[in-house]
């Protein structure tokens, strides 16, 4: 696939340009895809209907997979339709463009739906959002506290004082993690938000004192600190994993297996999870979103090749997650045999 094949490589220009600047950026695999038919095309090339797909900022693997997912798109459905990705601050900046029309789709997760539903993410400022729809499971994000070693921060609570760099303004766990220092009482000294890439940089140079995130592991920037910094992973306690699972249900738990990390080579690390999809506007048609469906599921090889937390596109892991579903697909699943649950209160859209 040529596309793919152009995406690998100016990827890798982009990560060698992006080091040689002491930036953090994390590079996607070096490989290249095999080749692949493409779905007959139904329209000329200049007649191919254009949308726009909201992915996060540099340096995040949600940048990655929701470029690479447009790049994978743009090949399959050649002449048919035209995706460009585009950068943003990440998974709670998606929604809120697919709210406003700025984009049709867009990286997002059960935690940035809570928000946008029922209104109670800052990010929000009360409004509810609607329109996000669910289309596939694209990875399933831990959240990772960090430090360097010698740092002295070993709990959440050594974070009173201290500098925290929460990833870009816009970011789910930005939002989430704000709310979860209330909960428990923790003040830091000043909560950075910065570009994935700008935060590591920063903590390597002592400028922060603690990075949260929530990628899904191995995180390539965490992996690229490991060459040359001693990281110290930040343990949550049961009381604190429960105090958060009861601000926001839609955590569950997770392990950062033992080995994973430098930092964690001999340990597992206890931390909570939530579902990242790919989404898009009630406003796009069943009959495109169908068609994304059929595309992103026959070119799932290829996905893979993009980053390997894209080997969450499944059927199965479709029918774990209680949100609710585009009528597109919706109607993929129901002809692969797959019983969608119901979704819960929390995964209800709002009316009007």
């Not at 459905?77 to 601050?89: D, F, I, K, S, V």
């Not at 935690?111 to 009360?126: E, H, I, K, Q, V």
């Not at 990833?167 to 220092?181: E, L, V």
Request: net charge negative; hydrophobic share 40%.
């Amino acid at each position: 696939m040529k596309g793919l094949k152009r995406f690998v490589s100016l990827s890798l220009a982009t990560a060698m340009i992006a080091l040689a600047a002491g930036c953090n950026t994390p590079p996607p695999p070096s490989s290249t895809p095999p080749s692949s038919s493409d779905p007959a095309a139904s329209t000329p090339s200049g007649d191919a209907k254009k949308y726009s797909v909201g992915t996060g900022a540099m340096g995040g693997v949600i940048y990655i997979m929701g470029s690479g997912w447009a790049t994978v798109m743009n090949d399959k459905l050649a002449g048919q339709y035209e995706l460009t990705a585009e950068q943003t601050a990440g998974q709670s900046a998606n929604v809120s463009m697919i709210e406003s029309g700025e984009v049709e789709l867009g990286v997002g997760g059960t935690a940035t739906l809570y928000d946008a539903y029922s209104g109670t993410g800052s990010w929000t400022n009360g409004a509810k959002f609607g329109k996000a729809r669910a289309l596939f499971t694209v990875a399933i994000p831990n959240m990772t506290p960090f430090t360097l070693e010698g740092s002295g921060i070993q709990t959440l609570q050594d974070l009173n004082g201290k500098r925290v760099s929460l990833g870009p303004k816009g970011a789910s766990i930005d939002s989430t993690f704000r709310a979860i220092f209330d909960k428990l009482g923790i003040t830091p000294a000043v909560i950075h938000n910065d570009t994935w890439s700008a935060a590591v940089t920063a903590l390597s140079d002592g400028t922060t004192d603690a990075i949260i995130t929530q990628q899904a592991a191995p995180w390539p920037s965490l992996t690229e600190l490991e060459a040359t910094k001693e990281v110290s992973f930040i343990q949550m306690t049961d009381a604190e994993l429960a105090a958060i699972q009861e601000l926001f249900p839609f955590y569950t738990p997770s392990v950062i297996p033992k080995g994973t990390y430098k930092g964690n080579a001999d340990q597992d690390i206890q931390t909570l999870c939530e579902w990242t999809m790919m989404l898009a506007s009630a406003d796009l048609s069943q009959e495109d979103v169908y068609n994304f469906m059929i595309a992103t599921f026959d070119a799932r090889d290829d996905l893979l090749l993009v980053h390997p937390s894209m080997s969450t596109i499944t059927l199965e892991n479709a029918a774990k997650v209680p949100v609710t579903w585009h009528p597109g697909a919706v109607q993929y699943y129901t002809e692969k045999g797959i019983n969608l649950l119901e979704p819960t209160a929390a995964f209800i859209p709002p009316q009007g």
